[in-house]
């Protein structure tokens, strides 16, 4: 019984021990990546409006940017889940949004509700578009009057710039490798040359 329990007390130590590894190279390329993917959306973005007023930083992209630059290999993480998620959720909560304007309670509920199943029937299932599909309804003034642009920015070219970042600086090393299914990628890269 003690060898048992010394073994299992062994293999426990053992696992934690290798899921709190501190590996500096990626926390290195992890903090480059989602610094520069949040921080270029914002300075595209910072001419137009004040800092108080810059609707191109939602949110949804904080979490987005764990799962893409922290997380890579998650199928969470993917392309389409980031971009599809996002867009089907932000269309969602628009929609719910116009049908359902005075009740706040229900149209959230309602938005974040479809928007999960809305991605996992497409396949697109990425977590940051719930949050997605909630701005669109208890956003401030100047996101709710953005109505159907909300789709396109700040949700569709905040996910191009992420997304962008993330083939850029999770591709640096050999180590890492972004994004997991890279027949799309290769198809671009053999392509984008004259």
Same mark, same amino acid.
């Given at each position: @019984?003690?060898?048992?329990?010394?073994?299992?007390?062994?293999?426990?130590?053992?696992?934690?021990?290798?899921?709190?590894?501190?590996?500096?190279?990626?926390? %290195?390329?992890? #903090?480059?990546?989602?610094?520069? =993917?949040?921080?270029?959306?914002?300075?595209?973005? /910072?001419?137009? %409006?004040?800092?108080?007023?810059?609707? #191109?930083?939602? *949110?949804?992209? =904080?979490?987005?940017?764990?799962?893409?630059?922290?997380?890579?290999?998650?199928?969470?993480?993917?392309?389409?889940?980031?971009?599809?998620?996002?867009?089907?959720? !932000?269309?969602? *909560?628009?929609?719910?949004?116009?049908?359902?304007?005075?009740?706040?309670?229900?149209? !959230?509920?309602? /938005?974040?509700?479809?928007?999960?199943?809305? @991605?996992?029937?497409?396949?697109?299932?990425?977590?940051?578009? =719930? !949050?997605? !599909?909630?701005?669109?309804?208890? *956003?401030?003034?100047?996101?709710?009057?953005?109505?159907?642009?909300? $789709?396109?920015?700040?949700?569709?070219?905040?996910?191009?710039?992420?997304?962008? $970042?993330?083939? %850029? #600086?999770?591709?640096?090393?050999?180590?890492?490798?972004?994004?997991?299914?890279?027949?799309?990628?290769? #198809?671009?890269?053999?392509?984008?040359?004259?």
């Amino acid at each position: @019984m003690r060898r048992k329990i010394r073994k299992h007390v062994r293999a426990a130590r053992y696992i934690l021990y290798k899921e709190t590894l501190v590996d500096r190279k990626e926390h %290195f390329w992890t #903090f480059l990546g989602s610094f520069t =993917g949040i921080a270029l959306i914002g300075l595209l973005h /910072s001419p137009y %409006f004040e800092a108080h007023d810059n609707l #191109f930083l939602i *949110g949804s992209f =904080g979490a987005s940017a764990v799962l893409i630059y922290g997380v890579i290999n998650s199928p969470l993480a993917q392309p389409r889940n980031l971009i599809g998620g996002h867009v089907i959720s !932000a269309i969602i *909560g628009v929609t719910i949004h116009k049908l359902i304007p005075g009740e706040l309670w229900l149209a !959230a509920a309602l /938005s974040v509700s479809l928007s999960i199943v809305c @991605m996992q029937i497409t396949k697109t299932l990425h977590p940051p578009g =719930g !949050a997605t !599909a909630l701005i669109a309804n208890i *956003g401030s003034e100047k996101i709710l009057s953005l109505g159907y642009l909300y $789709v396109i920015s700040p949700v569709l070219s905040g996910c191009i710039i992420l997304l962008a $970042v993330a083939i %850029f #600086f999770n591709n640096r090393t050999s180590h890492r490798s972004y994004p997991r299914n890279k027949r799309w990628y290769l #198809f671009w890269k053999r392509y984008r040359r004259p």
